[in-house]
Nanobody, 123 residues
């Protein structure tokens, strides 16, 4: 059982910046991968960036060079620094976490999602 809470969304002008945060809580053995997804009106939910527990990152081509994902394992928190924002970045951004927990002696996987936070890039 893992709960994710996002924060940091809002309205920003083109070229501006925002920093999203996502804190994980609950009982777990490890959170192996954390990431950010986004969904714009009329479009499918797509991956934005992911980061492993060891710090390996991956980015969607559309955000490379502009967004940076990071995590603080001690705080069980993942961040997304978004710079040079464009109107096409407008979407609901969702935090995701994949890992394992123990039910007695049985190690079990989890896949949790946050509630989403709105990012709007407009003049």
């Amino acid at each position: 059982q893992v709960q994710l809470v996002e924060s940091g969304g809002g309205l920003v002008q083109p070229g501006g910046s925002l920093r999203l945060s996502c804190a994980a809580s609950g009982s777990f053995f490890s959170i192996n991968v954390m990431g950010w997804f986004r969904q714009a009106p009329g479009k499918q939910r797509d991956v934005v960036a992911t980061i492993t527990i060891g710090g390996t990152t991956n980015y969607a081509d559309s955000v490379k060079g502009r967004f940076t994902i990071s995590r603080d394992n001690a705080k069980n928190t993942v961040y997304l620094q978004m710079n040079s924002l464009k109107p096409e970045d407008t979407a609901v951004y969702y935090c995701n976490a994949v890992g394992t927990y123990y039910r007695g002696y049985v190690r079990t996987t989890f896949n949790s999602w946050g509630q989403g936070t709105q990012v709007t890039v407009s003049s």
